[in-house]
């Protein structure tokens, strides 16, 4: 195995990290956690226990991936953005092993400082805006802002707004590919 590891980072025992992934300066990837080929994992990152990424997930700083979370290949994790495990946390309550289950799908960003709420799955190429708190399940290729989340539009796999005409078609303008947009659903043409 062949990856890189920052001097400063924590890296528990149980863990599988992939080829050419970097782990950065005061990151903790805690036990059991399985890590991707590619991937880069930011500074000042918390990886929780039994945490998977895919390949090529990008993590900036200070995010926290907590216990319950699976990230697919290519997702992208903005700065200070968080997620979280327990919809009812207390301090006096141990919720150990109560743990919601939250899934990105593959392609998808997420944005700095954004909150994602436990159990809410993020759909393939789904963008949600910096600083969104997301409150539901969201689609894939929805672009989502706000507190709470709301849809606004929907994105490409290059990460540009689709704008659909009166046939329901739209294109990305970077690669050309063309979307259809039927009964509130996108998918790739």
């Not at 918390?46 to 995010?63: A, D, F, R």
């Amino acid at each position: 195995m062949s990856f890189f590891a920052h001097e400063t980072a924590i890296i528990d025992e149980g863990c599988t990290l992939g080829d050419g992934t970097k782990i950065w300066h005061f990151s903790h990837v805690m036990p059991d956690c399985t890590i991707g080929k590619n991937c880069n994992i930011g500074q000042n990152v918390v990886v929780s226990p039994q945490v998977t990424l895919g390949n090529n997930v990008k993590v900036q700083n200070n995010v926290s991936i907590y216990t319950g979370v699976h990230c697919e290949d290519d997702v992208f994790l903005g700065p200070s953005m968080v997620f979280t495990n327990v919809i009812n946390p207390r301090s006096a309550v141990n919720r150990r092993g109560q743990y919601a289950k939250t899934t990105v799908r593959k392609g998808a960003t997420i944005g700095a400082n954004a909150t994602i709420v436990c159990g809410n799955d993020i759909g393939e190429y789904a963008f949600i805006g910096a600083g969104t708190v997301v409150t539901k399940g969201v689609p894939a290729y929805a672009l989502i802002v706000g507190n709470p989340g709301r849809q606004i539009g929907w994105m490409s796999e290059f990460g540009h707004r689709l704008v659909f005409n009166n046939e329901g078609v739209a294109a990305c303008k970077e690669s050309g590919v063309t979307y259809k947009l039927t009964n509130g659903r996108v998918e790739k043409r």
